[in-house]
Nanobody, 128 residues
């Protein structure tokens, strides 16, 4: 069982930066594939970024590539999402998710339904 808790959300002006954190419980955190998803207001949840258990592999949605960076600190059971050059369309509830399975198989990592555990989410609002 893994419990996830996001923090770091807030309101920021367009062009600004924000870093989200996801704290995970459990002693086997390094074995979990981690990802960030977001759900904009009135829209479906969408994939943002993903990272392998050892941090050696990452994937990003095209919409955030070059602006967002996912990272993890397994010693602290933490996953981070550094967001820069934020745009109003980045406004959403951001959630972290964990999977006990390898996810870089085709587009599996983009499918929220394949993740085992989810956090409650943190709101990010980007004003123009």
């Amino acid at each position: 069982q893994v419990q996830l808790a996001e923090s770091g959300g807030g309101m920021v002006q367009a062009g600004g930066s924000l870093t989200l954190s996801c704290a995970a419980s459990g002693h086997t955190f390094s074995t979990y594939f981690m990802a960030w998803f977001r759900q904009p207001p009135g829209k479906e949840r969408e994939f943002v970024a993903a990272i392998t258990g050892n941090g050696g592999g990452t994937r990003y949605a095209d919409s955030v590539k070059g602006r967002f960076t996912i990272s993890r600190d397994n010693a602290k059971n933490m996953v981070y999402l550094q967001m820069s050059i934020l745009k109003p369309e980045d406004t959403a509830v951001y959630s972290c998710a964990a999977s006990s399975r390898p996810m870089f198989i085709g587009n599996w990592y983009q499918a929220g339904g394949r993740y085992d555990y989810w956090g409650q989410g943190t709101q990010v609002t980007v004003s123009s």
